[in-house]
């Protein structure tokens, strides 16, 4: 997500994710340098770059297709003009994790989970990224290497879910996520840990045995919800990612963004949760756009995404078909869209 800083690994860059992470693609010029298309599309991307920066992972681009500016993953983080048209309707918190903040770095929204707000960097900049503008500065559940969070969870019993999100949580190092794991290993009132990651699909060199067995620290049943919106983000390095993860008995779902001009058909979202399912993914969530300023180009009418998910529905058994969800600031949890 938003943040341009790769804070959350350390100076002495030692792990071979670690330098994919430090090594991805921030210029526009050498994005469409390396996919061959046309310098016209670059002052736009700059302009929009300025704003919210480019970054993708080498391992990313390679699955793109050369000279195709319909190309799907493409699309998904190439900066566009149409990111600087401010539009009715869009904001900067467009979800309300402001209104449900409950301590730095902590946002308590549903009923029994809180989410924890880990870190500002991510492998993949998406231009559709919901937190594009968040003051990640003032929000990281990290920054005191969890030590508030970690007190907050304690005082609110309730709590049984615990969900990492960020940025991505796993662009933290093992040595920077022990601490956390090894408090929620202390807290008997929290059976579950949640984390949403892109990372297993974007950067599958992340997932190592090491990072397995620092997740296994906080002896909770775990939960990794991973973001792919499109078949062709799922190459040979992503199986094989997600097969470790799968064989160390992490439940796997997949949550999606419906996006005009990306995967917006019936065909493109069965091909996504057939090939999910294949490498050991459940599909869970297909969200409407939250109404991020900066990512209208990529909203559609409800009416229409209703069209591809009653198609979807007859396309594949009700078990690969993941829920048509919203999220409405202020509501206490996902909305059903029917």
Request: proline letters at 7%; charged letters at 20%.
């Amino acid at each position: 997500m938003p943040s341009n800083d790769i804070t959350a690994i350390s100076s002495h860059t030692s792990e071979p994710w670690q330098q994919s992470l430090q090594d991805a693609i921030k210029d526009p010029a050498e994005l469409l340098q390396l996919l061959g298309l046309p310098s016209t599309l670059l002052p736009a991307a700059k302009l929009a770059a300025k704003q919210f920066p480019l970054r993708v992972p080498r391992g990313f681009v390679n699955r793109m297709r050369v000279g195709d500016v319909d190309d799907p993953l493409l699309k998904q983080v190439l900066p566009l003009g149409a990111e600087l048209i401010a539009e009715d309707g869009y904001s900067h918190d467009p979800v309300g994790d402001s209104l449900a903040k409950a301590e730095a770095g902590v946002i308590h929204k549903y009923h029994q989970r809180a989410l924890l707000i880990s870190t500002g960097a991510c492998a993949i900049h998406c231009r559709y990224c919901f937190r594009r503008h968040f003051p990640y500065a003032e929000e990281m559940a990290a920054k005191n290497r969890w030590q508030h969070s970690l007190e907050w969870l304690a005082e609110n019993p309730k709590i049984n879910e615990v969900i990492l999100s960020g940025g991505d949580p796993l662009s933290l190092s093992d040595a920077k996520l022990k601490p956390l794991m090894n408090g929620l290993a202390q807290n008997p009132n929290v059976d579950t840990l949640r984390i949403h990651s892109r990372q297993p699909i974007v950067l599958p060199e992340r997932i190592t045995e090491e990072l397995i067995q620092t997740l296994k620290l906080a002896n909770k049943k775990i939960v990794l919800v991973i973001h792919a919106n499109h078949a062709n983000e799922i190459d040979p390095s992503v199986s094989k990612a997600l097969l470790t993860l799968h064989a160390a008995d992490i439940q796997l779902l997949n949550q999606a963004v419906l996006l005009r001009g990306i995967n917006d058909s019936a065909e493109a979202q069965a091909e996504l949760s057939r090939k999910l399912f294949a490498n050991h993914v459940l599909p869970y969530y297909l969200h409407l756009l939250d109404a991020v300023q900066g990512a209208a180009h990529f909203d559609m009418e409800t009416s229409q995404a209703l069209a591809i998910h009653k198609s979807l529905s007859a396309l594949l058994p009700g078990y690969l078909v993941p829920r048509l969800v919203k999220e409405i600031a202020g509501e206490p949890n996902k909305t059903l869209v029917s």
